[in-house]
């Protein structure tokens, strides 16, 4: 399911111009090398779990491996037609029913209960009571952060970045979901919510035309939920208290993943496009 997952991230970032049998192509070689790799490097007993990185359930396992291939993959594609005028002004192509959207991210949010408590990987865990309140603090307070960074950013609350604020605080907080307070868990859904909003803009000023916010929703908050573990975990205490070599650990796989697939994947997709 965390595979199936990482892989549909791409799917919303490439729609509406990627051949199916090149999507396909994608999939298996997702499925096949590059998450059993990374994976393991983190879960399988491999170097980054030897360090101490830690992703309780994927922020970067599944949602930066999907980031990546999503952000190079929107890149080598090109944007859609009429998306980006040659003024450069951006033409909005909103979804035909934001109604079936809300109720696509109640979906997920219920999900993520399973994605994250699941991941204790036995119901009699003391540990699934926290890791849920976190999951949801964290997507609550996306909303909130998402909404009120739009009225700034944009003008007026959006309900598609506030739908994209929730998805950013489910996605930072997967990493962290069973090592931070539940305090901790707010603050890194408050960031992530604005994160969202900021990189969705930053995107279309880049003209990297991404339909769903695939890349700032996993891409970039997956990166912000793993290096958040380092500074709010509750072994390294909360908030920072001095020591660095925690939130090194976690950088040291962000910088790791980055610079397999940011390169990895951006050599294959022409090879399939």
Excluded at 111 to 135: E, K, P, Q, R, Y
Aim: aromatic fraction near 12%.
């Amino acid at each position: 399911m965390f595979v199936a997952a990482s892989a549909h991230i791409v799917s919303g970032a490439v729609s509406e111009r990627i051949k199916f049998f090149s999507f396909i192509a994608f999939c298996i070689v997702l499925v096949s090398i590059i998450y059993p790799i990374v994976g393991h490097w983190a879960w399988g007993g491999g170097w980054l779990g030897d360090i101490g990185f830690i992703d309780f359930a994927g922020s970067t396992v599944v949602h930066s491996v999907g980031g990546w291939a999503a952000l190079t993959g929107a890149i080598v594609l090109g944007a859609r037609t009429k998306k980006f005028a040659r003024d450069g002004r951006v033409t909005p192509i909103p979804g035909h029913n934001q109604a079936m959207a809300v109720l696509g991210m109640f979906l997920l949010w219920f999900g993520w209960f399973g994605f994250n408590a699941g991941s204790a990987m036995t119901a009699g865990s003391d540990i699934i009571a926290t890791v849920a309140l976190n999951t949801t603090l964290a997507a609550a307070a996306g909303v909130l952060s998402a909404m009120i960074a739009a009225e700034v950013l944009v003008g007026k609350p959006d309900l598609s970045m506030i739908i994209n604020g929730s998805l950013a605080g489910l996605v930072s907080i997967t990493a962290g979901c069973a090592d931070v307070s539940a305090g901790g868990a707010a603050i890194i859904g408050l960031v992530a919510g604005a994160l969202v909003v900021y990189f969705i803009m930053l995107l279309d000023k880049r003209r990297i035309d991404d339909p769903v916010g695939a890349i700032p929703v996993h891409l970039i908050n997956g990166i912000w939920g793993t290096l958040a573990v380092g500074l709010f975990s509750l072994e390294s205490g909360f908030f920072y208290t001095g020591d660095l070599s925690f939130f090194v650990v976690q950088l040291i796989g962000v910088v790791a993943v980055a610079s397999f697939l940011g390169i990895g994947w951006y050599f294959f997709w022409p090879i399939v496009c």
